[in-house]
């Protein structure tokens, strides 16, 4: 069988002679031959590896065909040696880097050519360039134009984008040149394909999964079908990884009709809302089995709350009996639903600045699934800085939610809720819990936001149950269960299964912040306040954290304290003052202004 020609263009600023030096390691010599450029210019040591030739030599050579093809540029002469139609007569695949100005000849020339183009968005493009310092804007600009002509008529071009890091990129170029060859093995042609785009079935994703849970592939290349998965991800496809996710663990069977979850799609300060719902749907009698994640980027998770006041660290035969003693738990997931795929998306998350809602559906349920749940509600927070931006783009997600929930014999709710402020008076661990005791204890001074969303979610949960049967008796009954100390007492009884912590003797230290102008609160940051508290040592230091004295909608005068700072330490504490001496993180509107 003959092999095939890869012609590999780009644009300036693309990384193409990156991406091809950093795939020929992943390519089997006697398989590939990576053609050699005969150029009239006398070898560099920063410059392409290839055949040096004078101008004369060169007019020789092509007057006696020794030449695929050839081409000018910068002033000088450049060619492919006509041997490479020997190669691919021999089954060898060529990869050769060129200019797109030559497609159209080796079309003509070369059987079974393939084009590349690697390539990135343009002001990524721009930025390169711009880097380099060797030319002008006007120049630049001139390049980005070029890179944005079409291919020939009759071409069919594979994109590489390279725009993130150089080994995902490295993996892109490997899964363009390997996935259609028949020497690919069949999981690694199906790795490939999604990593170029392609929508796969669900027997794909059963078939990767594990593999990829395994082991089997290369982190780079995991890494970029996950972000691939993250890009372009069709709605079969979300519902194909939920329900191939669902057998990756066997699924806890708690002999009960009906066990409930509730999980939020986090990213808003303070809202320990899961840890006041748990005890008051334990408390009215139904299963609820809660794993919740640690904090990845803000100032505390609600397993960080939850240690505040018990282990969390636990395995499933604890979970187990946890729940068979109180109705419920407030674990941590890190023992019970652990997920390698979860675990290598992660990192990307943050600095590669990937949306991974449709990924977080599969993710979410499957997990929800394997836990046990049959009915499962959702809290969507949405706001300017947060992972969903508006209240369309919430709904849509819940809906998704819904859908995918349906496909896996799940009965999903799903709700967008607003996430442009805080929720309750304490950013961090330790403050957090206490905002939760304060609400199921009916302290005067509970902070009245998160009690209405506990009792909203804890409400649509109890409605579920057929006895309840509609929102206004579920929202009563939640009410009450608070009212009475019965959700209270479940919490105590739950912290005691679990394992009570011992309280922390360490001192705590405070610094206030102070506003600069007398006004109206129209805003709080809830990202700059996040990231004040974790400055602060949260949530590592359970302590730290900030306490909020002034809420959205509330006046302030000048130099009245908008929030306080506290930390074991004080270096810690010193910084996070320091950060929100520069920006406190509140939008006041001065007096007179609306």
């Not at 785009?197 to 059963?206: N, V």
């Not at 089997?216 to 995991?222: A, E, I």
């Amino acid at each position: 069988m003959a092999g095939h020609f890869f012609f590999i263009v780009g644009p300036s600023g693309a990384g193409k002679d990156s991406l091809i030096s950093g795939v020929q390691p992943w390519l089997t010599p006697s398989r590939f031959v990576f053609a050699r450029r005969v150029i009239t210019r006398e070898a560099m040591a920063d410059a392409e590896d290839h055949d040096s030739c004078s101008e004369s030599h060169f007019l020789e050579r092509q007057k006696n065909g020794e030449f695929l093809i050839t081409w000018q540029a910068h002033g000088l002469f450049y060619g492919l040696p006509a041997s490479l139609l020997d190669d691919i007569e021999r089954g060898v695949n060529v990869i050769a880097n060129g200019s797109r100005n030559m497609i159209e000849a080796l079309q003509r020339t070369v059987p079974s050519l393939r084009v590349i183009e690697v390539t990135a968005p343009t002001h990524v493009l721009r930025a390169r360039l711009k880097a380099r310092n060797r030319e002008s804007d006007q120049d630049i600009d001139q390049r980005l134009q070029r890179a944005s002509l079409a291919m020939p008529p009759g071409i069919t071009c594979q994109r590489v984008m390279n725009d993130l890091s150089l080994e995902i990129g490295i993996s892109r170029l490997k899964a363009a040149l390997l996935r259609e060859l028949p020497e690919t093995q069949e999981s690694e042609r199906l790795l490939f394909r999604k990593i170029c785009g392609e929508t796969l079935a669900q027997s794909a994703y059963k078939s990767l999964l594990p593999q990829i849970m395994h082991g089997d592939f290369s982190l780079h290349d995991v890494q970029a079908f996950l972000v691939a998965c993250t890009q372009n991800l069709q709605e079969e496809e979300i519902i194909a990884i939920a329900q191939a996710r669902t057998a990756l663990y066997p699924r806890i069977q708690w002999a009960h009709p009906m066990v409930v979850d509730k999980h939020s799609m986090g990213g808003l300060p303070g809202s320990r809302v899961t840890m006041v719902v748990v005890p008051i749907v334990a408390a009215y009698g139904l299963l609820i089995p809660k794993t919740s994640s640690r904090a990845i980027t803000s100032a505390a998770g609600t397993a960080d709350a939850m240690e505040v006041l018990a282990r969390v660290d636990l395995d499933f035969e604890e979970v187990k009996q946890c729940v068979q003693a109180t109705n419920g738990c407030i674990a941590w997931n890190g023992k019970l639903n652990h997920s390698i795929l979860d675990d290598a998306l992660n990192p990307l998350v943050r600095p590669l600045g990937l949306d991974t809602r449709s990924w977080s559906v599969a993710s979410i349920l499957s997990k929800k699934f394997t836990a046990g749940a049959t009915h499962v509600v959702i809290d969507i927070p949405h706001c300017d800085n947060g992972k969903v931006k508006t209240a369309q783009e919430a709904t849509e997600l819940g809906l998704l939610f819904e859908r995918v929930g349906t496909a896996l014999g799940l009965v999903v709710k799903a709700f967008a809720t607003d996430g442009n402020a805080p929720i309750g008076r304490g950013i961090g661990p330790a403050l957090e819990a206490r905002d939760v005791l304060q609400v199921l204890d009916n302290h005067p001074d509970a902070p009245t936001d998160l009690l209405n969303k506990a009792l909203f979610f804890a409400g649509h949960i109890l409605a579920l149950d057929d006895e309840v049967g509609n929102l206004d008796e579920g929202l009563r009954l939640a009410h009450e269960l608070v009212q009475s100390g019965a959700a209270r007492q479940r919490l105590d009884a739950i912290i005691a299964a679990q394992g009570a912590m011992a309280e922390s003797k360490e001192t705590v230290h405070q610094l206030a912040v102070r506003s600069t102008r007398t006004g109206t609160i129209r805003g709080i940051q809830g990202s700059h306040i996040s990231s004040i508290a974790r400055a602060a040592g949260a949530p590592g230091i359970p302590q730290a954290g900030i306490d909020l004295k002034k809420l959205v909608g509330e006046t302030v005068t000048e130099g009245e304290v908008l929030y306080l700072i506290q930390s074991t330490q004080s270096e810690s504490l010193g910084l996070a003052h320091e950060q929100a001496s520069k920006h406190h993180g509140y939008d006041i509107a001065a007096e007179g202004l609306t």
